[in-house]
C-alpha cells in the first residue's frame, strides 16, 4: 500500500545531528493516511492512519479510520496519492474534507494549515532528542501480538450500525460477562451501538487455556524475557506472563491460551464472518484468561474495522511529556532563537526572534552539534549506574538499556546534570523533575544576547503532556 505521510516529524535516535539543508516552509495538517486498498473500507479512497496529539487534525475532530470522501468539494475515490498531495498542498489556509467513520456519514471537516520554516528546532522536537534526560517523560516503544486477522473482501464495513451477541452456551457465564462487557466497550467506542433486538452483527467467542503437556521446566527460566505491552486500560507498558519471542520454545510455556472474535452478518441474515480475530499465546504461568481477555480485547478491536496487518499486529507507543516555553530554535544556528510563538510563556516573558540564547539555567550553552552530539553520549554513558535496571526496557529506537532514574538518588542525579562537560542546557525541558532541579521551582533563566545587551529572562513555561498509541 502506498502511504503518504502528512504530518512534520523530526527523526532523530537517542542522539543528535545537524546536517545544512536548504531554507523553506514546510505545511502540515497533522495526520497520516494512505490510499486503502481494503475493498471492505474506503476502497480507493485515503484512509486516516494517525492524528498527531493538538494538531490541526484532532482539534478538527478528525480520526483514526476515517475515509476521507472528498477534499474541497472534489471526490478522492479512484484518484492517484499524487493528485491527493496535490489538492491538499494547494489549499488556502484551510482545506474542507468530508469523511465517513462507523460513527457518522459525509461529515465535513474542516483543518487549518500550518507553515513554518523547515529550519525550526521545536522544543516537542527537543524531548524527543534528549529523552534520556527523562525517559519518564519522553519514550517509546513498540511490540507485537500474535493476532491473525481476516476481513471478507465482500463486506461492507460501513454498512453495519449496531451490535449484538450470540446466544450464550457457555459453562463459564462470570468469564463471558466479563469478555462481553470487554467487547461491548471496544465496539462502543469504534462507533457502532448496541442491541438485543436484531443487531446487523452477532459477536461469537471461543477461547480456551489448556495446560501444556509438553511442560519442560528449564534451570534460570525466570530470566526468560516476557512481552511487554501497552495496557489501554491503565495507559502503562506491563510485563505480562507471557512468551512472544521466537527463540523461546513452545516447551516452555506452562499454558497454551486461544481466543477468537468473530463479527458475523445479521443484517442480510446470511451468517458470514465479516470480520475475525485470532490470537494464540504461550504462557509462563497460570494467567487467568479474564484477566488476558480485558487487556487485550481492545487491542484486537483496533484491527478494526482498518486493519494494518493480518498476519501479525504491529504497536505503537509514545509518550512525551515537557517544559512549553514556545521557543523554537534554529538548527543552523542553534544558540539562534528562530521563533516564539505569540502569547506563549517566552513572549509573555520578553524573549523574541533572533535573540542569542547564552545560558539557560546557568548552563553554558554550546553551539557546535559534534560537541553536543558527544557530550549527551557521555551522559548516558556515565550516568548509567544511577538508573534502576528493574525499570529496564527497549524503545521503539531498538536501544535496549533505557532505564528509569533510580527515585532514591535525585541528589546525586542533579550533580551530573549542573556539570558542564555534558552541556545539559536542554534538560530545563524537564526541570519539574527532582532529579534535575530539586528545589521544584520550575521557573526556567535564560541568559540572552540581544544585539549588544545582555538580559537574563526567567520564563515559567507550561507542561505540556501527549500520549501517541497506535496500530501500525
Known amino acids: 500500500m502506498k502511504r503518504f505521510v502528512f504530518l512534520s516529524v523530526f527523526i532523530s535516535s537517542c542522539l543528535l545531528a545537524f546536517s545544512q539543508t536548504e531554507i523553506k516552509t514546510v505545511c502540515q495538517y497533522g495526520f497520516t493516511f494512505e490510499i486503502s486498498m481494503q475493498k471492505s473500507w474506503g476502497y480507493a479512497q485515503p484512509v486516516v492512519l494517525t492524528v498527531a496529539p493538538s494538531a490541526s487534525a484532532e482539534a478538527a475532530g478528525l480520526q483514526v479510520d476515517d475515509i476521507i470522501e472528498k477534499i474541497n468539494g472534489k471526490p478522492t475515490s479512484g484518484e492517484n ?3 491527493i498531495i496535490d489538492w491538499l498542498q494547494n489549499s488556502n489556509n484551510k482545506v474542507q474534507l468530508i469523511v465517513s467513520n462507523l ?19 521545536t522544543e516537542k522536537d527537543l524531548a524527543e532528542v534528549y529523552s534520556f534526560y527523562s525517559l519518564e517523560d519522553a519514550q517509546t516503544r513498540t511490540f507485537a501480538c500474535p493476532f491473525k486477522t481476516a476481513v471478507n473482501p465482500e463486506s461492507d464495513l460501513l454498512q453495519y450500525a449496531s451490535f449484538g451477541f450470540a446466544v450464550s452456551n457457555s459453562d463459564n457465564p462470570e468469564v463471558e460477562k466479563t469478555v462481553n462487557a470487554a467487547i461491548r466497550k471496544s465496539l462502543e467506542q469504534k462507533g457502532l451501538k448496541y442491541s438485543d433486538r ?41 510485563n505480562l506472563p507471557i512468551y512472544y519471542n521466537s527463540l523461546i520454545h513452545s516447551d516452555r510455556a506452562k499454558f497454551f491460551l ?42 484486537m478491536f483496533m484491527q478494526y474495522p482498518y486493519p494494518k496487518s493480518f498476519e501479525t499486529a504491529q504497536f505503537y507507543y509514545g509518550r512525551s511529556k515537557y517544559n512549553y516555553t514556545g521557543i523554537s530554535y534554529n538548527t543552523d544556528n542553534l544558540k539562534e532563537i528562530a521563533d516564539v510563538i505569540p502569547s506563549s510563556p517566552a513572549a509573555e516573558a520578553g524573549i523574541r526572534p533572533g535573540d542569542i540564547v547564552e545560558k539557560i539555567n546557568d548552563i553554558k550553552f554550546i553551539n557546535n552539534p559534534k560537541t553536543l552530539d558527544s557530550n549527551y553520549k557521555q551522559f548516558i554513558l556515565k550516568t548509567s549506574q544511577l538508573r534502576d535496571p528493574k525499570t529496564q526496557f527497549t524503545n521503539a529506537e531498538g536501544f535496549t538499556r533505557c532505564m528509569y532514574w533510580d527515585k532514591m538518588k535525585s541528589a546525586e542525579i542533579e550533580n551530573e546534570f549542573r556539570k558542564p562537560e555534558y552541556s545539559t542546557v536542554f534538560s530545563y525541558l524537564f526541570y519539574f523533575r527532582p532529579y534535575i532541579n530539586l528545589s521544584e521551582t520550575n521557573i526556567v533563566t535564560f541568559s540572552i544576547k540581544r544585539g549588544n545587551r545582555k538580559e537574563e529572562i526567567k520564563v515559567t513555561p507550561r507542561i505540556v503532556s501527549e500520549e501517541v498509541f497506535e496500530s501500525q
Open 258 to 299: 486461544k481466543f477468537g472474535i468473530q463479527l458475523i452478518d445479521n443484517k442480510k441474515k446470511s451468517n458470514t464472518v465479516v470480520w475475525e480475530c485470532n490470537a494464540g499465546e504461550l504462557l509462563k504461568s497460570d494467567y487467568a484468561f479474564s484477566d488476558y481477555a480485558v487487556f487485550h480485547i481492545p487491542l
Open 103 to 121: 460513527r457518522e456519514s459525509h461529515q465535513p471537516r474542516t483543518l487549518n494549515k500550518y507553515c513554518h520554516l523547515n529550519n525550526l528546532l
Open 198 to 238: 436484531n443487531p446487523d452483527l452477532i459477536v461469537k467467542t471461543q477461547y480456551s487455556r489448556v495446560v501444556n503437556p509438553n511442560f519442560r521446566n528449564i534451570v534460570n527460566a525466570d530470566k526468560l524475557p516476557v512481552a511487554c505491552r501497552y495496557n489501554v486500560n491503565t495507559n502503562q507498558p506491563e
Open 81 to 83: 496519492i499524487d493528485t
